[in-house]
RNA sequence: AGAUCCGUAGCUCAGCCUGGUUAGAGCACUACACUGAUAAUGUAGGGGUCAGCAGUUCAAAUCUGCUCGGGUCUACCA
């Protein structure tokens, strides 16, 4: 292999194009690496497009802490496949690579590394100490990364990332911050989130969402009885009761609303029952099931069967007893949610530490215990009453604030109960701590409710609940403090940009991003970790002045201030050669307020999908840097990651830009789907079915896996990975386009084509070159289109179907002989020329998909004809295509012609009769004018590649075959609807004679059903169904009858034939050379020798023989059989 | 729980948007051919309740609804 050669030697006539021993894809893609590097192919990629109209690509940056996988090699092809496509569409494309480096998953790599918790965090490490090696830990695989990067082609800039936790792109984060500030959308709140006491920190959404943090588990639920208060409020409801008063209830009836929780532990905290205002609510009069004395209970009309069973409906209520399995009830009222609203009630678990003086002193003035209305209630469980409890749900929290109930918050951070809560004091709510003889409080609470009446129904309630990944815990939702971007502030907004976004597949956008956007809420910014991009804000210690920092300048400024009023030391701090903006040395800035006051920043950092979503500004170091390529560059014309970035990655783009642009980041967003195992599971280590991609490339080679992944299915459908599929695009496509390369290489060799010629005018083509460029140049507009659409699935498909069906099984099949035959003069050089430009072609149509192989194939070829000056494929520009080249009727007649010689082969077969063997005629009902003249056109083609003599037609009136109607559905069914059935029966049963009557009169009557229906004949499709006394194959409208006769001369001239391949196959055998002439000696061929005498013109011209002599008989040579004789032959090479 | 994608031959996928009467390809399998591209190619064959049910329609793989199965994402599941 020497290509990469070429660029040194000047052009040379005698230069032959680079023949190869076999296929081996991984070889080629080393050698065109090697390539790229030396040329720094890449880099003039982008150099050479100076200039030029941009297209802006984002790379998402990729986390270097784990390794890569073979889905990261598919969303890298299809950006790469684009990048390469719009740089020969002539734009300039830009790549900066970039590295996520902050977050999660990094911090707990470290830990377990070192074997640590959070809490030893400050404590066995310092978080300096910390913080480093987790810096350390960032990059670890990035020399992985990298190599995949370049074996698998993809084309970004590695050189000069950007990295998240530079002081720089920090920076830039902390200006986008400021900026929120600013606009008052950055803004601090109580919120509850989910946190795991056993870990003792708060859980992010990420972390919620690693595999199986979501377990079924069965927790003790429990429907608990909240006894209301009677007052002017509840009164309405109280005199339903007393208005059916029976012998055994109490003289002061009691009401209970029932709220159902799987978290009884909850309980001592409620301070307020949800209903939902369009509900409907019933009263039911029945008993306790466990203590079975008179109960009234509120409860959602839809949710009664669940508790009440239908035989006790209007039950007697005298003649019950415990023993009794159907407790009667009957219904007494029925109201709206919203009439119940601001009804009191009784606390359940009255106790020092939730008591109202204790509740008064958290949040003084307000008022709990009572009925509110939530949006969020439903009955599809428990009661259609929500036991709302402030601190330990974000609706509970939401609904309390707007009623100002006060919050109660009864469980500590280790997920304890507080002392002041009687026998519960100091109880874990759950199992933390692994006790051995752990008693579930939640049982207990259960128990004391059942026993004192305030419970209606206990029992056991299996629900899939969150659980620290960690510590396999269940986390319950605790009240932190957090910081919010106010995102809800400019929802609509988001939502009309969306809109003007590209999505492929559009459902990502509209559906899951749409939905996603309208149920919008605001972004918790706030991580209480280490390692990550520090919150900017610094305040004082009573929270009443604070400032956000919006540059590394304004930093210094405030800090130089701090030292001259405070005295304090930040110049050390933020000197240039210490500064990093990173805990714990930020938190060491002490600032000063305008009051002289010492402000300390707080000690959140932001969540990392901030770092990746301000990508396109932290990139450039903007505001502080680069404000004309950042304006350039923004925002960009495409992306593209996995769908499981909607919520991430493309939700934070599009979030910030929004917020701070007032515009969308990207126009085009191509999500694609995930990569699963052959048998359609995940990928996962721990089902030890990942695919290691290095192998995969090292193996196969990246251009077929690339051809693979981008042809096999859509992007954005999943697809499951088997690289068989790979081992048959190797086979299929890059086998044939190879060994079309390697059949022209061959005889352009041989006869020194070399493209120096003038192009053959195209009406001097024969039909076959002219049909195969029409192809070639639809081919062309079609692929463009796809590509233009983000399509490229279709594209590639598209490309196979053309490599495979159209150029190798049919162009050159049927041209073979052109290549190797006659003199090199124009038909010859028009065959080398049309090869040539068809290969060219395909190989630039490919490159965006498998660059390597269409570099090396490309640049083969351009070495020897110079046709481009450029040094790569990649630098080229994309085919355009010549609609002047097109002719729709061409190609049309060839797929006639190819159905022609199917359907003959196919008769061939049946009769047993070899191609080789000519045969005389082939007689084709032709059913119309036009297509006879198409036919008349490929006639000859289609005699030589079936081996028939002549092709007869037969006249749309002849008499001879047998047609066949049939309704043409599509015109019929609108003009006839219900009588289509009738009809289309009746015109199958069409005679010969009514069909000839009707393709004369052009229409015919029909009477259906008593009613008359005049039928066009363009309302019908004819075809030819038998030609009595012939073969006949047929598919569609076109039928073939072949004359299987075999004349004496038909037979001697097989024979000949016969005798030509048996010459061929000794000289294939005997290792001669293309153009070596050879001697031929027979014998013993007595029935054959007329034949051979006959056609030795013929034979001779064909073997490249100069002589054919007739021998009594021969020694030592080569026997062989023709047609049962068997003759001796010698075959002597001249010279 | 909600959203979304998917379900067509043993396997990988077309076809569905825009309904039309024999549902296609490739791989694999079987048989027979062909052979100066040969680790290729052709022809033929077997192989399908188009996940299921219901509806709309003269006509449904295609449109609608529901159900089931698989994947993903999301969730404030009390």
Request: net charge negative; aromatic share 28%; no cysteine.
């Given at each position: 292999m020497d290509f990469h050669t070429f660029a040194n030697l000047s052009r040379n006539m005698n230069k032959k194009y680079h023949e190869y021993e076999g296929l081996d894809l991984p070889a080629f893609e080393k050698e065109i690496l090697k390539y790229w590097g030396d040329n720094q192919t890449f880099e003039k990629s982008i150099s050479l497009r100076a200039g030029a109209t941009p297209f802006v690509f984002y790379e998402g940056p990729p986390s270097a802490n784990g390794m890569p996988g073979i889905h990261h090699v598919i969303s890298r092809t299809l950006k790469d496949m684009v990048c390469r496509y719009k740089t020969m569409q002539g734009f300039q494309v830009k790549r900066k690579g970039g590295w996520d480096t902050h977050g999660l998953p990094i911090e707990l790599g470290v830990e377990k590394e070192l074997g640590i918790t959070k809490e030893d965090i400050g404590k066995k490490i310092s978080v300096e100490e910390y913080n480093k090696k987790c810096r350390e830990a960032v990059l670890r695989y990035k020399d992985k990364w990298d190599d995949i990067t370049r074996k698998m082609g993809y084309w970004v800039d590695l050189n000069d990332p950007y990295i998240t936790f530079k002081n720089e792109y920090i920076e830039t984060l902390w200006w986008l911050l400021s900026e929120l500030y600013k606009k008052g959308y950055l803004y601090e709140s109580v919120s509850i989130q989910p946190y795991s006491p056993a870990a003792g920190t708060g859980l992010s959404s990420h972390e919620l969402n690693q595999p199986g943090t979501y377990k079924d588990v069965k927790d003790t639920s429990c429907v608990a009885m909240f006894k209301a208060v009677r007052n002017d409020r509840s009164e309405f409801l109280y005199s339903k009761l007393l208005t059916s008063l029976s012998g055994r209830q109490a003289p002061n009836p009691e009401l209970f609303f029932l709220a159902w929780t799987t978290t009884p532990w909850t309980l001592p905290s409620n301070l307020g029952l949800t209903l939902g205002p369009n509900i409907d609510y019933v009263l039911v009069k029945t008993f306790n099931p466990y203590l079975h004395n008179h109960l009234n209970v509120v409860l959602a009309k839809n949710l009664v069967p669940k508790y009440f069973k239908e035989e006790g409906k209007d039950g007697d209520f005298d003649a019950?007893?415990?023993?009794?399995k159907i407790v009667p009830w009957k219904i007494l009222a029925e109201f709206k949610g919203s009439e119940l609203e601001g009804c009191e009630y009784e606390q359940l678990f009255p106790y020092e530490a939730n008591s109202p003086a204790a509740i008064e002193e958290i949040t003084p003035g307000a008022k709990p215990f009572r009925v509110l209305l939530g949006d969020f209630v439903t009955t599809e469980d428990g009661t259609g009453i929500v036991h709302t409890a402030p601190a330990f749900g974000a609706d509970d929290y939401r609904v309390g604030k707007k009623y100002n109930i006060g919050i109660l918050t009864m469980v500590d951070r280790q997920g304890k109960f507080l002392d002041g809560l009687g026998e519960f004091s100091n109880r874990y709510v759950k199992n933390y701590k692994d006790e051995k003889d752990y008693v579930d409080v939640n049982v207990d609470i259960s128990v004391k409710l059942k026993k004192e009446n305030r419970a209606f129904k206990v029992e056991k309630y299996e629900h899939s609940y969150p659980h620290c990944w960690r510590t396999d815990k269940p986390i319950l939702y605790y009240p932190l403090d957090a910081w919010f971007i106010k995102t809800t502030a400019i929802k609509d907004r988001m939502v009309e940009l969306n809109k003007t976004i590209n999505w492929k597949p559009a459902s990502t956008g509209e559906g899951r991003f749409g939905n996603w956007l309208e149920n919008l809420v605001d972004w918790n910014l706030s991580r209480s970790r280490y390692w990550g991009t520090p919150l900017p804000i610094w305040r004082t210690e009573e929270r009443d002045e604070q400032i956000c920092i919006g540059s590394i300048e304004q930093l210094r400024n405030e800090g130089a201030e701090a030292d001259k009023a405070l005295g304090t030391d930040n110049a050390a701090i933020l000197s240039d050669e210490k500064l990093d903006l990173h805990k714990p040395f930020v938190d060491d800035i002490i600032l000063v307020s305008s009051k002289g006051l010492p402000m300390k920043r707080v000690p959140d950092l932001i969540d990392v999908w901030f770092d990746s979503g301000a990508m396109p500004y932290a990139q450039w170091h903007f505001p502080f840097e680069n404000r004309e390529t950042f304006k350039e560059s923004f925002p960009a014309d495409f992306i593209a990651e996995g769908v499981d970035q909607t919520r991430g990655w493309f939700y934070t783009l599009h979030a910030i830009a929004c917020l701070v642009?007032?515009?969308?980041?990207?126009k085009t967003c191509v999500s694609n789907g995930l990569v699963l195992d052959k048998n359609g599971n995940k990928m996962s280590k721990r089902l030890g079915n990942v695919v290691d991609p290095f192998k995969t490339i090292e193996d196969l080679g990246a251009d077929a896996t690339r051809w693979y992944l981008i042809t096999n299915a859509s992007p954005w459908d999943n697809m499951k990975f088997d690289v068989d599929g790979i081992k048959e695009v190797q086979r299929k496509f890059f086998g044939t386009l190879y060994n079309t390369y390697q059949f022209f290489s061959l005889y352009a060799n041989v006869d020194g084509f070399s493209f120096k010629e003038a192009p053959v005018p195209l009406e001097k083509r024969p039909e076959i070159d002219r049909w195969i460029l029409s192809s070639l140049h639809t081919l062309i507009q079609k692929v463009t289109a796809h590509m233009d659409d983000y399509e490229p699935t279709q594209a590639g498909r598209l490309i196979e179907d053309f490599v495979d069906e159209q150029l190798s099984n049919w162009y050159v099949r049927l041209c073979r002989r052109r290549f190797w035959k006659g003199e090199y003069e124009e038909d010859k050089i028009s065959a080398y020329q049309t090869l040539y430009e068809c290969l060219e072609t395909i190989l630039r149509l490919v490159a965006p998909v498998s660059p390597f192989f269409s570099e090396a194939l490309f640049n083969n070829l351009n070495a020897v004809s110079g046709r481009f000056k450029e040094e790569s494929v990649h630098h080229v520009s994309y085919p355009k295509a010549n609609a002047s080249m097109i002719d729709v009727l061409l190609e049309e007649r060839m797929r006639l012609a190819q159905d022609v010689c199917s359907l003959v082969l196919s008769l061939r077969k049946k009769v047993n009769i070899k191609v080789r063997q000519p045969l005389q005629k082939v007689l084709i009902p032709a059913l119309d004018p036009q297509m006879k003249a198409q036919l008349q056109k490929i006639e000859e083609l289609i005699r030589a590649e079936v081996n028939v003599k002549e092709i007869e037609y037969l006249e749309p009136d002849n008499q001879f075959i047998r047609k066949k109607m049939k309704a043409n559905f599509i015109a019929l069914g609108k003009k006839l609807g219900p009588k289509m059935k009738a009809v289309s029966a009746a015109i199958a049963e069409f005679t010969q004679e009514q069909i000839a009557n009707f393709e004369k009169d052009g229409q015919y009557n029909l009477l259906v059903d008593g009613e008359p229906v005049i039928l066009q004949i363009s309302e019908v499709e004819t075809s030819s169904e038998d030609i009595p006394g012939w073969t006949v194959a047929s598919k569609g409208r076109l039928t073939v009858a072949l004359d299987i006769t075999l004349t004496p001369e038909l037979e001697s001239e097989g024979n000949a034939r016969e005798f030509v391949n048996r010459i061929q196959k000794i000289r294939k055998d005997s290792d001669f050379d293309l153009t070596d002439r050879i001697e031929v000696k027979v014998s013993g061929a007595e029935g054959l020798k007329e034949s051979l005498a006959q056609f030795k013109d013929y034979i001779c011209a064909e073997i490249l023989a100069d002589s054919l002599d007739f021998l009594p008989s021969i020694k030592e040579g080569t026997l062989i059989d023709i047609n049962d004789n068997s003759l001796n032959v010698i075959v002597l090479k001249k010279g």
């Open positions: 019950y007893d415990e023993k009794q642009f007032d515009s969308v980041a990207y």
